[in-house]
C-alpha cells in the first residue's frame, strides 16, 4: 500500500492566491521529507528539504519565503505556495527516505494557477 | 555540487534490449536510483546501486561502476508499457538529498 499521500491531488486556483500541499508519511515516521517540482517534459527539481522540528532548507534558486514549508509533525509536512502565478504552475511531489536502499515518493499534487 | 547526464530520449522496439546510460559527478557519493515515470505521475523505484556491478531484477538490470561515475540500466524483452521516462538519481552522503537527472524519454515501437 501507500507509503506517503498527497493532498490534493490536483488543484486549479486563482493568480495571487496561495494553495497549501499536505504530504503525510502513512507507515512510519518521518523526521526528514524532500519536496520536488516538476515541470512538462523535465525531471524532478528539488526546490526543499524539511526537517521536522526545525527550519527547512532550500536549494538554491529557491525562494522560501514563497514556498512555505512546515513540518510540525512526525508524520506531515506542508508547502504553501504563497501568492500563486500561472509560472507556479507545476507538478508538485513529495518524498521521504526508507529503508538504505529505497525512497518513497506522494502521487504528487499538479497545481494549474490561472 | 552534483552533475548527471543522460540521454533525452531514446527510441527502441518491442521485444528488444536496451541500455539508457548515466554519468555523474558528485562529491559524496552515496548510491545512485533509477526511477521510471509514466507522463502524469510519480516515479517508481526500478533499482538501487551502491556497490559496483551488476543488479538483475527480471528484466530490468542496473550497472555501477563508481570509478567511472557511470550506471547503466538494461531492459530486456521490451513491452510497449515500458514507453516511459527512465531516471537515473544520485544520493549525496552528506545531506541524504536525492538529486535527479533531466530523464530519457523511451519510446516503444511496435
Known amino acids: 500500500g501507500a507509503v506517503v499521500s498527497q493532498h490534493p491531488s490536483w488543484v486549479i486556483c486563482k493568480s495571487g492566491t496561495s494553495v497549501k500541499i499536505e504530504c503525510r508519511s502513512l507507515d512510519f515516521q518521518a523526521t526528514t521529507m524532500f519536496w520536488y517540482r516538476q515541470f512538462p517534459k523535465q525531471s524532478l527539481m528539488l526546490m526543499a528539504t524539511s526537517n521536522e522540528g526545525s527550519k527547512a532548507t532550500y536549494e538554491q534558486g529557491v525562494e522560501k519565503d514563497k514556498f512555505l514549508i512546515n513540518h510540525a509533525s512526525l508524520t506531515l509536512s506542508t508547502l504553501t505556495v504563497t501568492s500563486a502565478h500561472p509560472e507556479d504552475s507545476s507538478f508538485y511531489i513529495c518524498?521521504?527516505?526508507?529503508?538504505?536502499?529505497?525512497?518513497?515518493f506522494g502521487p504528487g499534487t499538479r497545481l494549474l494557477v490561472l | 555540487g552534483q552533475n548527471i547526464d543522460q540521454p533525452t530520449e531514446m527510441t527502441a522496439t518491442e521485444g528488444a534490449i536496451v541500455q539508457i546510460n548515466c554519468t555523474y559527478q558528485t562529491s559524496g557519493f552515496n548510491g545512485l536510483f533509477w526511477y521510471q515515470q509514466h507522463a502524469g505521475e510519480a516515479p517508481t523505484f526500478l533499482s538501487y546501486?551502491?556497490?559496483?556491478g551488476l543488479e538483475e531484477k527480471g528484466r530490468f538490470s542496473s550497472f555501477l561502476s563508481r570509478s567511472k561515475g557511470y550506471s547503466y540500466l538494461l531492459l530486456k524483452e521490451l513491452q510497449m508499457k515500458d514507453s516511459a521516462s527512465y531516471l537515473c538519481?544520485?544520493?549525496?552522503?552528506?545531506?541524504?538529498?536525492?538529486?535527479f537527472g533531466k530523464g530519457t524519454r523511451l519510446h516503444i515501437l511496435p
Open positions: 538519481a544520485v544520493r549525496d552522503h552528506r545531506d541524504d538529498k536525492i538529486i
Open positions: 546501486n551502491v556497490l559496483d
Open positions: 518524498s521521504q527516505n526508507g529503508e538504505v536502499e529505497t525512497q518513497y
